[in-house]
């Protein structure tokens, strides 16, 4: 088991923020699942928030991202904006080269500089040849050029590693909370989890790990047991690897060696099934999967068999999947409540977390929002 330490704030810690960052000071609570956006059938830019509909610009805009407290889009003329508590900033003259709105933070890049907006402010990251993995409350940031690797995390910058040699994408694996890594210099499974890097044991090249929220699921390839850091603790979950595994908020499914399909959660490994489901895919809270045929889902310790047959199309966010069933009606999982969301024929269907946003076709629009329709 490994207890997590008390917070401090170290001299590498301090030496990255300087060398690498200038830091708006933010403060304010956040706000999450509040909000999504569509074009109206006047082709208007709409922005849904707590209920009300916002018409946020007059022409189409060419992309944009919805996030748990802002979105950020790019205009008619290529401006970057956010919509954020009621108000519209723009935020730049030309267009972004990536951009993402998240739970928490939102992430874009545009001319090799890469910002952070914090609960509406702006920090700006100014080093070179940057790559970087962004999910809903941190920003792992991996310096090519230095092989330098740094995270962003409520509203302090941390030094993880320096030297870290190899591909990128290989190096590190960031979730919405923590950061995942193999230490260059010491060969051990390192995560970085509660504002602590905490090294997790030695792991040898061939081992694997997934990370989602509060858990990192890894095989060592030294003696090739499944184990999980979930929350702090280190977890001897299977004495052999399992043939395929995922991770989600503080869950991982998997398929053990003797076939039989498991969940790990809240410390405890248990059977789901004896057969090995047609597909499986962990979303968020929620183990979605398929058995003989049957639509299914794992939620909160219990199992939920939504149809007889298994959607052609469908989407899960959260705590929530929305779907069409046979008669081509909407239906919705949510919360462990399985209904009928609505008769009407839909064009299109998207779900942002739990709030459902239904094209009824022209680009007429129905949302769902805390039980409520608008």
């Not at 909000?35 to 709409?46: G, K, M, Y």
């Not at 972004?96 to 402010?121: E, F, M, Q, R, W």
């Not at 320096?162 to 590190?172: H, I, Q, S, T, Y």
Request: hydrophobic content about 35%.
């Amino acid at each position: 088991m490994i207890s997590l330490p008390p917070s401090k704030k170290s001299a590498s810690s301090l030496r990255i923020n300087h060398f690498l960052f200038a830091l708006a000071i933010v403060t304010g609570p956040v706000s999450a699942q509040h909000l999504t956006a569509f074009h109206d059938n006047q082709e208007r830019f709409c922005i849904f928030d707590r209920g009300k509909i916002i018409q946020a610009e007059y022409l189409p805009v060419s992309q944009f991202s919805i996030g748990g407290n802002c979105i950020v889009y790019t205009d008619n003329r290529n401006r970057l904006k956010m919509y954020h508590n009621g108000r519209i900033t723009e935020l730049e003259l030309n267009r972004p080269d990536k951009l993402v709105a998240l739970d928490h933070l939102a992430v874009y890049s545009i001319g090799g500089v890469v910002k952070i907006i914090d609960n509406g402010k702006t920090v700006t990251i100014s080093t070179n040849a940057v790559d970087y993995q962004s999910e809903d409350s941190l920003v792992t940031f991996y310096d090519v050029s230095r092989e330098l690797l740094a995270v962003y995390y409520k509203r302090r910058i941390h030094m993880l590693e320096d030297g870290l040699a190899g591909r990128p994408d290989n190096l590190f694996k960031t979730a919405d909370n923590l950061v995942a890594y193999v230490s260059s210099r010491t060969q051990e499974l390192k995560v970085f989890y509660r504002g602590q890097n905490l090294p997790i044991e030695s792991f040898q090249s061939g081992g694997d790990f997934k990370a989602g929220r509060d858990i990192v699921a890894y095989i060592n390839h030294s003696d090739m047991q499944f184990r999980v850091f979930s929350q702090g603790k280190v977890y001897e979950v299977e004495a052999f690897a399992p043939t395929s595994w995922q991770v989600g908020n503080g869950i991982a499914a998997y398929m053990d060696n003797n076939g039989y399909f498991r969940v790990f959660s809240r410390g405890i490994a248990e059977d789901i099934s004896s057969l090995e489901p047609d597909f499986y895919r962990v979303v968020d809270n929620m183990i979605i999967y398929g058995e003989k045929g049957y639509f299914k889902v794992w939620y909160n310790n219990r199992i939920y068999t939504l149809e007889s047959f298994i959607p052609s199309d469908w989407e899960a966010s959260w705590n929530t999947v929305v779907y069409r069933d046979l008669n081509k009606n909407i239906k919705v999982f949510s919360k462990g409540e399985s209904r009928v969301l609505t008769y009407d024929l839909a064009e299109g269907i998207s779900l942002n977390r739990d709030i459902i946003l239904i094209n009824k076709g022209l680009n007429n629009h129905n949302i769902y929002y805390e039980g409520e329709k608008y």
